[in-house]
């Protein structure tokens, strides 16, 4: 099928360049001509494993991309909208995704023949039916159900693994007003033959994912609630704890080998620093908020938001104990991307945590592996971005841990090799705490 992409951001790109993969004819619409030249050269404007070599097979035969929204509707038989969808402090900001419904509604307006629109952003339940049918409706002049097609088709993918998840999905869920616009969605995802798939309305669809979204942001806050009561008592390590809770049945299975694996969600049931992104941040306060409009408080979600945004203090509060006072202390902070292989900075721990170093008058190096130059603009500017893991590690007096990325693995390592032995604070609990002498971290 021949499908458009309104937003080339990490779900609008990924999804253009895996639909183009199963065999579709993808065109991807940014407002931003710099990230449109990019795809149109054959390299992803962000940091996704996989994503590069696809665009470099599938542009320009199966994937373009372009500014011209009315274009690529007019072209194509179904539009995604994959904008981005702010939380404002308040409430979901749909001013992206009222704008491309109203750009999408426009140049449906000259299109003869049958289109589908799909939102593909995360938006709370409710918005696809009101406020993007109303933006489409007003502006073609056309009827959803009778001249167009509407559904909600919510992404579940994760930053770093993107593509994997998109072409192993868990599940897909297809959201729609009538039964025809749900079909040609269908038709879309066909070559997913192995995978479940639920069709149902689109108010649902948009659930699920906030449902989806708030159970995993409720275990790290759970977990890192247990964290801090471990450290508060003393004597007990929070890893040991959970480790032991993870071998529950309910966590482990047992393969007919007799292996017993421990299920993915147990990632999610692990001390830490704080869960960051752009989604889990952003979904669980949209949700409350949006709840909260229509009477129902959530205390448990608004307990699990405050936990996350307190968590990042809980690193400063482990360096005040081995440093009471802050000024001039050197400290190496690595990992800036909220979590390892992506970019993405959005609501990274990392940044509150930078900010609170300088604020105390440490002198604070900084390092990731990819980020660097998309936090350079948002970091302190006293803070030093190091070139690389060594450079940043070299002559500090504590060492903060915040994002799992496999290269820090490599910094007890570097410390002996340098005859060094600064305090390590573990925020993700990631290396041993016998790897270097001087450890410390969220839950010990
Ligand atoms: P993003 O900020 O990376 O990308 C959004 C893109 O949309 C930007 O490139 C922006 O320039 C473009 N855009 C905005 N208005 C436009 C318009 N009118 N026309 C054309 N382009 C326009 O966002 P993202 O991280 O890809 O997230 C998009 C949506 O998907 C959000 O609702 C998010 O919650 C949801 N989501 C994100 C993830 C994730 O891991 N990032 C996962 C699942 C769902």
Not at 141 to 154: I, Q, R, S, T, W
Not at 221 to 241: H, L, P, T
């Amino acid at each position: 099928m021949r499908v458009s992409i309104i937003g080339t951001g990490y779900v609008g790109l990924v999804s253009g360049a895996c639909f183009a993969e199963i065999g579709h004819t993808c065109i991807c619409v940014d407002v931003d001509p710099r990230k449109v030249d990019r795809i149109n050269r054959g390299e992803a404007p962000i940091h996704e494993v996989a994503l590069d070599e696809m665009l470099r097979r599938l542009v320009p035969e199966r994937l373009t991309a372009t500014t011209d929204l009315t274009r690529a509707v007019l072209d194509s038989e179904i539009t995604f909208i994959a904008v981005g969808t702010p939380f404002d402090g308040k409430h979901i900001d749909l001013r992206y995704i009222r704008e491309a419904a109203r750009q999408i509604g426009a140049a449906l307006r000259e299109k003869r023949g049958y289109h589908v629109v799909v939102v593909k952003s995360t938006v709370v339940p409710g918005t696809t039916d009101e406020v993007v049918r109303t933006a489409l409706e007003e502006t073609s002049g056309k009827k959803a159900g009778v001249d167009f097609g509407l559904g909600m088709n919510p992404e579940f993918l994760t930053e770093g693994v993107a593509v994997s998840d998109f072409m192993q999905p868990d599940r897909i869920v297809l959201g729609g007003i009538d039964a025809r616009s749900i079909a040609v969605q269908r038709g879309i995802y066909a070559p997913f033959t192995t995978t479940p798939i639920i069709e149902t309305t689109c108010k649902t669809a948009e659930m699920i994912k906030y449902v989806s979204n708030s159970v995993l942001a409720t275990l790290i806050s759970f977990s890192n609630e247990m964290a801090n009561a471990c450290s508060a008592m003393g004597g007990v390590d929070a890893a040991d704890v959970m480790k032991g809770v993870h071998l529950a049945r309910y966590f482990t299975t047992t393969m007919p080998s007799g292996e017993r694996v421990t299920a993915p969600i147990t990632s999610f049931l692990w001390a830490g620093c704080g869960y960051g992104g752009s989604c889990l941040p952003k979904d669980t306060k949209a949700l409350s908020a949006h709840a909260g409009a229509h009477g129902q408080d959530m205390p448990l979600l608004d307990a699990v938001i405050r936990t996350n945004d307190e968590q990042p203090a809980r690193m400063m509060a482990i360096l005040r104990k081995h440093f009471p006072q802050l000024r001039g202390v050197r400290v190496a902070l690595l990992g800036l991307a909220f979590k390892e292989d992506t970019d993405d900075i959005r609501e990274s721990p990392a940044l509150p945590i930078a900010r609170m170093l300088v604020e105390a008058g440490a002198i604070v190096t900084a390092f990731d592996p990819i980020a660097n130059s998309v936090a350079a603009s948002v970091l302190p500017a006293s803070v030093r971005l190091a070139n690389n893991l060594g450079d940043a590690v070299s002559d500090v007096d504590a060492v903060l841990l915040v994002t799992r990325w496999d290269e820090f693995r490599q910094v007890p390592e570097l410390l002996q090799a340098a005859g060094k032995e600064p305090l390590l604070i573990d925020g993700r609990r990631f290396l041993a705490r016998t790897a270097v002498p001087r450890y410390d971290g969220i839950g010990l």
